[in-house]
Nanobody, 115 residues
Framework: QVQFVESGGGLVQPGGSLRLSCTASGSRLSIQAVGWDRQAPGKQREMVVRRFSGGYTNYADSVKGRFTISGDSALNTVYLQMNSLKPEDTAVYSC?????????WGQGTQVTVSS
């Protein structure tokens, strides 16, 4: 079982910035990968970013150069800095943790980019 504390969503104008945070906890939690997915209304959930315990990080092409993941070395707490936001970035962003080969998602936080 994984517990999440997520924060940082909100309303921002195009070109603006937001920072999401996620803290994961659980009994004997050994995190293999952490990141965010997002889901816009009427669309399938898509990967935004994954950071693996070995250090490799994979960003979706749509956010490369604009979004940056950071956090502690154990991956228990991570941040997603989102810059140059676009209306198409509007979605519910959910933190995701992979442990023991299974993925777990937080409840999500709404990000709305609109003028």
């Amino acid at each position: 079982q994984v517990q999440f504390v997520e924060s940082g969503g909100g309303l921002v104008q195009p070109g603006g910035s937001l920072r999401l945070s996620c803290t994961a906890s659980g009994s004997r939690l050994s995190i293999q990968a952490v990141g965010w997915d997002r889901q816009a209304p009427g669309k399938q959930r898509e990967m935004v970013v994954r950071r693996f315990s070995g250090g490799y990080t994979n960003y979706a092409d749509s956010v490369k150069g604009r979004f940056t993941i950071s956090g502690d070395s154990a991956l228990n707490t991570v941040y997603l800095q989102m810059n140059s936001l676009k209306p198409e970035d509007t979605a519910v962003y959910s933190c995701v943790v992979r442990t023991l080969g299974s993925d777990y998602w937080g409840q999500g936080t709404q990000v709305t980019v609109s003028s």
